[in-house]
């Protein structure tokens, strides 16, 4: 029999997550009851500033989720928090092609520079569709498809990815509620349906450059990214300041 997915009393440290995680088996979040539990933690100095990474093992896809702590985040309330989507191209290649390696370091600078902050690196490449097929969608956009036209040309929905892992992720870590860093109100909504407060919203826009401005558009005029492009009608939630390099966190 599962139990439910709790946060004992008692867990002082990050390590001690490794211990009490050892013989976890819950009933899980989201359609799939994906269950995570804490394999590992270390820590990480980058360039960025010092963090502890946290390896989490999960019964869905195989996949080992990462993250990456600065400060002490226990049962922390408002805790700025980045959920970022694996992306070999952009992290680790440097593709312009795509705002990915930028959103990520600048979300792991403004993180590393505060007194607390929390960055979850998920397995989901290609919005969920995987390495090949993103290379896949990337010769259908070299023909002149969007990037959500491409994912549907392949079978796939725009956005495939799933959210109830970082959930998990959240309550494992027993974080009490988030101020996200996002654009994307799917993250928003998805969190919010497995039960993670979510006391806020820092914007998170990239500024574009030529080989990425389309893709962008895309997201925000066919995904409902808050992104903001020729004047597009803002939603009231979006009349915050956009906060791009040297944003100042309340």
């Known amino acids: 029999m599962k139990t439910p997915c709790t946060a004992p009393p008692g867990v002082a440290t990050l390590e001690d997550l490794v211990e009490r995680d050892k013989n976890h088996d819950c009933g899980g ?25 946290v390896a989490f093992w999960n019964n869905r896809d195989g996949k080992d989720h990462l993250a990456m702590v600065h400060g002490d985040i226990t049962g922390s309330e408002d805790l700025p928090t980045r959920l970022h989507s694996e992306c070999l191209t952009g992290d680790v290649m440097g593709s312009l092609r795509c705002d990915c390696r930028d959103q990520l370091e600048t979300a792991l600078r403004k993180l590393g520079s505060l007194e607390r902050g929390l960055l979850l690196y998920l397995r989901q490449e290609g919005r969920g569709i995987g390495l090949i097929n993103k290379i896949r969608a990337y010769a259908l956009q070299d023909r002149g498809l969007d990037t959500v036209e491409a994912n549907l040309a392949l079978g796939f929905r725009d956005d495939e990815r799933d959210y109830s892992i970082a959930a998990h992720m959240l309550t494992s870590l027993n974080i009490g509620s988030i101020r996200l860093m996002t654009n994307n109100p799917d993250k928003i909504r998805q969190l919010e349906q497995h039960g993670i407060k979510i006391s806020g919203r820092i914007p998170h826009v990239m500024p574009p450059n030529e080989y990425n401005r389309f893709y962008l558009e895309t997201k925000a005029v066919r995904s409902g990214h808050m992104i903001d492009f020729h004047g597009k009608r803002r939603l009231e939630e979006q009349n915050e300041p956009t906060i791009v390099e040297g944003m100042v966190l309340g």
């Open 29 to 53: 979040f989201g359609l799939h009851g994906v269950c995570v539990k804490v394999e590992a933690v270390a820590d990480l100095p980058t360039r960025f500033g010092n963090f502890k990474l």
